[in-house]
């Protein structure tokens, strides 16, 4: 069974980093990572940073220039690095990608969620 599991997820103070992770696990055949979304409470989920079909990488604005997506296909593992996290940043955290496996084919999954709090 195919597995996205998140972590990395805490309660720091503002201005200070951390490094969320999203490593996939089961019998997978190949695996396009995809994104990073977040949800807080009482608002809709929202793209925090994405892969492009080229390869480049994507940001919303309010992120751009402090967070930074990777992926590692070896480790079959996706990373976002939060750098001087705001207060605004408090959400849970989510990953999604695209799996394809000998039984299903091609699906998109979800990570579990992982919750990031900023203090003031």
């Known amino acids: 069974q195919v597995q996205l599991v998140e972590s990395g997820g805490g309660l720091v103070r503002a201005g200070e980093s951390l490094r969320l992770s999203c490593a996939a696990t089961g019998s997978i055949d190949s695996i396009n990572f995809r994104a990073w979304y977040r949800q807080s409470p009482g608002k809709q989920r929202e793209l925090v940073a994405a892969f492009t079909s080229g390869g480049s990488t994507n940001y919303a604005d309010s992120v751009k220039g402090r967070f930074t997506i990777s992926r590692d296909s070896a480790k079959s593992t996706m990373y976002l690095q939060m750098d001087s996290l705001k207060p605004d940043d408090t959400a849970v955290y989510y990953c999604?990608?695209?799996?394809?496996?000998?039984?299903?084919?091609?699906?998109?999954?979800w990570g579990q969620g992982t919750q990031v709090t900023v203090s003031s």
């Open positions: 999604s990608a695209d799996v394809k496996t000998y039984y299903r084919g091609t699906n998109t999954y």
